[in-house]
């Protein structure tokens, strides 16, 4: 079973950007992370970052194909695009939205999820382990659903 | 006379997309039926596909210097893009925008377009035949403009 | 097949009312535009118009007898009638909304259609020619539809 | 004593029109309940339906002189017309809304009521049962406010 | 020069309809103190009263042969009428809007007025008061522009 | 048949609060009225009032092996409780929504229910005849559905 | 009968200001409109502008004295000044509002009056006509209640 | 190390109430699960659910001194208690909400947490998962912060 | 004179909860503070603390007969408890409401109380004083209407 | 120790202006209980009142070097100034807002305050008793600040 | 080439007021500073400031038979003179509006400003800098206009 | 020291698009105005415009390493993008948000920066002369942070 894990826009910056909001953590000690717990779940995943929505939208486009899940932190796209929303509507893939800082907690705008109506869940504050969880959740949604068996 | 068919974000993904919504016609059936149209009205048509909206602003900038008029469905770009309604502003040609879906039945957030304010019309809810009426409506409307003659 | 075309309020004084909005054309010179289309459509139209809101909602009850689809520019009803909404919604028909300006250019409360949502499209902004894609749309959806044949 | 029953705008589609919403009996039906439960009731009733507001102001504005009380279904025009309002007010008798469906589980435009402020009270949701208990009602306000001894 | 007074819905209840807002006089009283201004002023004056806005829609779109302006108390279809702005922006003459009531110290939904934007001028809250200051702003208007001479 | 009716939050001080409000009639005065309906209509009844949310969520979540149908008038919860709306889903029985008072000719924020849209219908505004009617409207559902028989 | 003519800020500007909406005539010629009016109505008029709120609450707060009546013309302040609302509600005196430009049919905050709801009425968009039948709704108004006698 | 496991009003229904949107796991089984996941993570749980808010603020109250962090899915009182909220600032402890459906596909009201701002973060929409996964976020919080060790 | 404070939900937890907003002063030592002013001004009172809001409404009605004034801080049901504000407008007594910290330079949702509309008066900010101001004016409320005279 | 108190607009006008708000006590009355309490409290006081939000300002920016609080009604100023509030925010000292009617229980608009967020508190509802409670408040609050000892 | 420079209400106190905000350059330096680059510019500038709406109007008036453009800081009037806007629309001079403080980065209310879209551009956010990019765009833009040449 | 100027979509058609309201001067004359006003004031500068957000975000985030502060038009992307928000907001530098036209005088979705909040502030309105004021305001920024010495 492979899962498709994606970083939205500034991601690359982790660890360098406002670390009072998102952390210390860089992405690449969260990819790391992610690898640990992918193969306690026993699941493949391919992790991919990309500042270009478009990129984005044609990574979802052909995801269908070859994963059974999909997990992304929308970042900043979480609440302006709705090209992201009907990508993700249209991928026929059980998905889950993460985010490291507590979206609620935070500016008004924030607090809307153009995504969040169109996957399965969310997973929204706990850092790193926003995407742990997910990733478990997506195995567990992609095993009910028996896609990628 | 030669006119521009754009389309937007996720329209690769046709027929396979919620056809519960979108229909089963895939974008090579519609791609066809417009050339059917073109050749029945008389004039030439370029037809693009973007999930970039950066492209999709290259492809208008340039539009001026060859094209009489666009069609357009800008898809989920419709209620977000800013740019993309600049870009149609600023391109000096009659501009159509057509939806497959009828927009104004869908969610509150899809009713309202950014488009619209600055081309010409609006056609939407009528499946592919949207495009076809709004190829007709383009090629009537650089007719009476003189452009492209 | 017979579709029947209505004209809402003031639409009887096309061409005398604020031209800069709505064009030179006047309803007879429209309606012999329809005629033309029709004969082409090889459908059989027949046109109203009315002030009187109560009137319309009469037609429209009476059509589903009669008539295989309706095309209506609802013009200041579309914003204000939520009895023309019932009466289209209740009519059994397919229906085509049409304006002659383009009403999401304009006021804030024109951009409001409370048509839109029953009926299987809209068309706006194309003058005249509206009326003549609405007649075009409404055929395809009557032979569709497989009403009137 | 002698009651007003208005049906407002399409309530004669009744049984055609939309059956999940409205249900499957007729205006007739309905009627002829209405008379059974005035004659249980002891109470005289007139029963008028339209289409034209205009013509609901004028049974309204003429009520005064002949009935104790007025039940009305003001159907569409109970989120749009100012005008009903106002003649309702106007009447100086005892008055009741009734809805056929539950206006408040619908779209959010019908859950407004321009009507109920200046009435006595409101029915909604019980189909024919609504007009029944609303008679129920009317004759019971009438009977205290001594209207129609 | 002629002058059209317009009456809207329910004013033929006026000395009857809740007399704290809209004071004891009658309709008929109004008239006669019309008719005295006008004589006054030197104008003829044509005064009509309906419940029906298609009736009001008819008699402003043929106003314009015939009259130099029009005073206009549109009453409940104040807030409600897009026909009516329509047929007044339409009519290519002076109107004046009248209220007898202060509008804007009523309910809110009463503050807003569809036909204000599209009239010269409105005058609200002085009882039969508002419609002669009225007449006499509609006739000096008319003596302006020059129509009816 | 038995049918449960519950009073929300205050209904205890019935005819010492707000009597220009809410009548005269006490709780005790509205009950034996009910009790008398109910044996005319041969139907059981069991009554409770309470001021705690927690306690009606109690007796609703106990009331489906008991009662075929509720009657309740959820007083000021009406436009609070999420928690008493979810409850009436989830029970599973046909229920009524009573108010003595007018609630939509009251303050805004009166008017809006949270109840309503998960309840069979609404009765608002005929004091304690509302719930003599909704009783009724309770015992023709309970009938309907079969449940209790 | 003394009446009190107020000009709010900015009108000493008049005739060099925005001349398409205020028109061509300054605050001199006005006045000396106003004193003919006056003198044909035979009551005597003092007239202030003043570009500081305060002046203006000072000059109202003393004109209970003096005056019968007060026209004013708060300008900017009718969409901002709670307190120019609070001083002529407390003065005790009828007082009309008037515009020289239709204030409905411009800027949205411009169509807010702070101060209609506490005066007799208000008289918008006649230009310096507003004024004088302004001044003979005062007098009428004066002359009503008797104040100034 | 023990974590406080609350579950909110009508949540004693569950597998009855509504399964298209719960699901068919009654809240023993949920328990059994969290059960568990607690040996699993080596924490010890302990489980309560009310239908009172007074109890669940007495609850929380009391927590500081037993718990090193809570996990709570205070369904319906999710959007509408402020109370609930200020125990949950107050604690002084690591919070995770939890939801079983996605609340932000579903009404706009289900939209608006008051607890989220307060607490660490949200998981929702995994059904009885979002449970297993809040505590494995809680114990890990928990870890992190020190408390209970 | 008896005189009954209120203390609503979470303020048991005074002195350890987010001292920065409501200070280090825990319950008890603000009841010692309420004693001795009570004392000072010569009045009985009783003091309450609930987190059930329940029993804040049994309190309530039940205090008509002994109390003969209240003094409330509704806390986080404030913003939220229409039952509340029902049972203090029906209570016939005056009441005065206080609050801690100043709830106007707080969250937005804070700044509303559905309280203060049906008091004699607010006091907000002051901290423990605030209870003692709102002592003080709620013993001169009640000597001004003789209340427990 | 000096405290400032000062009554914004319109406020000389008290005793005369809506005593069914305001109450029958004129300024110098409420004057005279200021100079009272003040001399109960051992503190100095001086009172301005102004029309003029400029005077108003001048007095706050200088009151830092004589005075060790403020006691302010702001009036109509308190819905409008941002001046005010920006003033009062530099002063530099404590500061009291008081109201003589419950703010919170009149029109929409008095119920924000622009002041209330950077004063100490807000005290409203209690007539005149209002200042003295607001001066009881700032005493304390500039003893325990330590200004002006 | 004559420049006027205005300082809005409380500018006085810079300096001392808020340094956080405002920084810690008093007014004096600033107008030093203005001073500094206005003979760098080789334009006369004058200098005026008032806590007194009035008197920035009056300023205003006066300017344009004197001065070639405008800087204004307005201060706490940027959100709520319409007076002020009115004044500097009809000035009929180029004028720049500068702001010490990013008012997009502050509260809500501080956003929207009435002055921005009458003058020809808006500086905001660089401190005292504001200042002399301000003079350095109205000098640029009066030489442009040919005003003051 | 270096500063990077970033032009964002559709700039590429400045001096072709709507001169009326971005005027007639193209990209390669602000470009080169910059470059002259850069060598003024001794810094180096690198200009780059993209159509593309990606590149833009792609851009911002390599920044930090080579540049001392930014100048952005964010056109179209002012009001949509909260991902180049968050790339300014992470970059560590000082950032000048320019517009050529005035944005508060345009569509009132123009008005909304999402920029605005994150930035050192901001310049709007006057034409190429906003990048050449903006330059100079990034420099001394820069100088001030000592960032790029």
Redesign the interface.
């Known amino acids: 079973m492979k899962i498709l894990v994606l970083h939205?826009?500034?991601l690359?910056?982790l660890g360098?950007?406002?670390p009072g909001i998102y952390g210390f953590a860089g992405l690449d000690e969260i990819n790391r992370s992610l690898a640990e717990t992918a193969a306690e779940l026993g699941v493949e995943i391919v992790i991919e970052q990309?500042?270009?929505?478009?990129?984005l939208?044609?990574l979802i486009?052909a995801a269908?194909d070859e994963f059974a899940a999909i997990v992304i932190n929308p970042?900043?796209?979480t609440?302006?695009?709705?090209?992201l929303?009907?990508?993700l509507?249209?991928a026929?893939l059980p998905a889950v939205e993460v985010h490291l800082s507590?979206i609620?907690?935070r500016e008004k705008?924030?607090?809307?999820?153009?995504i969040?109506?169109?996957?399965?869940?969310?997973?929204?504050?706990?850092g790193p382990?926003?995407y742990l969880?997910g990733l478990?959740?997506a195995a567990?949604?992609a095993r009910r659903s028996g896609i990628g068996d």
């Open positions: 939205g826009p500034n690359g910056l360098r950007r406002e990309s500042n270009h929505e478009g990129e939208l044609d486009a269908g970042a900043a796209f609440h302006t695009s709705v090209a929303r009907d990508a509507a249209a026929g507590n609620h907690a705008f924030r607090r809307r999820s153009l969040a109506p169109v996957v399965s869940g969310q997973i929204s504050g706990f382990q926003s969880l478990r959740a567990d949604l």
